[in-house]
């Protein structure tokens, strides 16, 4: 898998937007941008993903640049709740394989009251 | 609840004794997978299966570390001899089958911390 490279660390106030930044270069064609977070004590939960359009749902909007080589996790507005590891993770779609997840450290979001 | 679940949430155990770890997934998932986490790090594939069959397994999973997933439901990790090295939080993930869309989301269970004295 393609690697990403993500800041250790971010801090955001409560209910200001965050944009969390991915760099991805060395992403492939059939490379699906996927988002993950973990909140303490707990295991990783899914964000969002996406190919090449920018992506909206319940919990964030990725924007994913013209040549794909970056991509941002946006939080509309931040709640403390949303406080965690947001790991930005490349996986190919080739049929068969296992899919596995491969995670970097990802960055730390710390949103203060 | 219909998430996944494991079992125990914390084992502690002394060095050189055998651990087993249970993981129920999401009852119609056909994809089981199991990662390992140290502390300040990203979770590592350690091995998944596709219904019964283990399809994969990551160089990390040692000769000591064994998995089962018999009737393709719930799986085991079992770790024989453990070393203090051992010591992690073992997630345990399910999803469907691979989608054209690329999805394939993996739902997370809590885990299990594993201390090995």
């Known amino acids: 898998d393609a690697k990403t490279t993500q800041p250790n660390s971010m801090e955001s106030n409560e209910e200001e937007p965050v944009h969390l930044p991915c760099n991805h270069s060395?992403?492939?064609?059939?490379?699906?941008i996927h988002w993950y977070r973990q909140l303490p004590s707990q295991g990783p939960e899914y964000v969002i993903h996406?190919?090449?359009s920018n992506v909206n749902n319940r919990m964030a909007s990725l924007a994913i640049a013209e040549d794909r080589k970056s991509s941002t996790l946006i939080l509309h507005r931040a709640t403390l709740r949303d406080a965690a590891v947001y790991y930005c993770?490349?996986?190919?779609?080739?049929?068969?394989?296992?899919?596995?997840?491969?995670f970097g450290k990802g960055t730390k979001l710390s949103v203060i009251p | 609840d219909t998430g996944v679940s494991q079992d125990p949430r914390h084992k502690i155990t002394k060095r050189g004794q055998n651990v087993t770890f249970r993981c129920d997934p999401i009852?119609?998932?056909?994809?089981l997978y199991w990662y390992r986490q140290t502390l300040g790090q990203g979770p590592e594939f350690l091995t998944y299966f596709q219904n019964e069959a283990q399809l994969e397994k990551s160089r990390l999973l040692s000769d000591r570390f064994s998995a089962e997933r018999p009737k393709g439901s719930f799986s085991t990790l079992e770790i024989q001899r453990t070393e203090q090295g051992d010591s992690a939080m073992y997630l345990c993930?399910?999803?469907?089958?691979?989608?054209?869309?690329?999805?394939?989301?993996?739902?997370f269970g809590p885990g299990t911390r594993l201390t090995v004295l």
């Open positions: 993770i490349l996986r190919a779609y080739s049929g068969a394989g296992s899919y596995q997840l491969t």
């Open positions: 060395t992403i492939s064609g059939t490379d699906y």
């Open positions: 009852s119609e998932h056909n994809r």
């Open positions: 996406g190919l090449t």
């Open positions: 993930a399910s999803s469907l089958d691979p989608s054209s869309k690329g999805s394939n989301e993996q739902f």
